[in-house]
Nanobody
Framework: EVQLVESGGGLVQAGGSLRLSCAAS????????IGWFRQAPGKEREGVSA????????LYADSVKGRFTISSDSAKSTVYLQMDRLKPEDTAVYFC?????????????????WGQGTQVTVSS
């Protein structure tokens, strides 16, 4: 069974840091793109960052470039999202998902096997 399980969310003050984890199982991890998305109340789901486990290429939304860092540990089949200098507008539920497609932008429709999400709340 394919599973992606997020963890690491929480409440943090603006300027603080959190590290999210996405633990994958049930498929060949190295063959897939793993993406992080977020959805705030009343807003559409948006791509935050993605990593191509085939070649290590990464993508970032403009809003998080220079603050967030995505990484992948093949031995643990886990992708991490290090989030620094957090802002209140980063508050959302964060999801991870997988894709077998190549892409230049993180389109949610290209991803599947979504995790249950983890809440990130940044207070001002």
């Amino acid at each position: 069974e394919v599973q992606l399980v997020e963890s690491g969310g929480g409440l943090v003050q603006a300027g603080g840091s959190l590290r999210l984890s996405c633990a994958a199982s049930g498929f060949t991890f190295d063959n897939y793109v793993i993406g992080w998305f977020r959805q705030a109340p009343g807003k559409e789901r948006e791509g935050v960052s993605a990593i191509f486990n085939t070649d290590g290429r990464t993508l970032y939304a403009d809003s998080v470039k220079g603050r967030f860092t995505i990484s992948s540990d093949s031995a643990k089949s886990t992708v991490y999202l290090q989030m620094d200098r957090l802002k209140p507008e980063d508050t959302a539920v964060y999801f991870c998902a997988r894709s077998a497609f190549t892409m230049s932008t993180m389109t949610p429709q290209l991803f599947g096997s979504w995790g249950q999400g983890t809440q990130v709340t940044v207070s001002s």
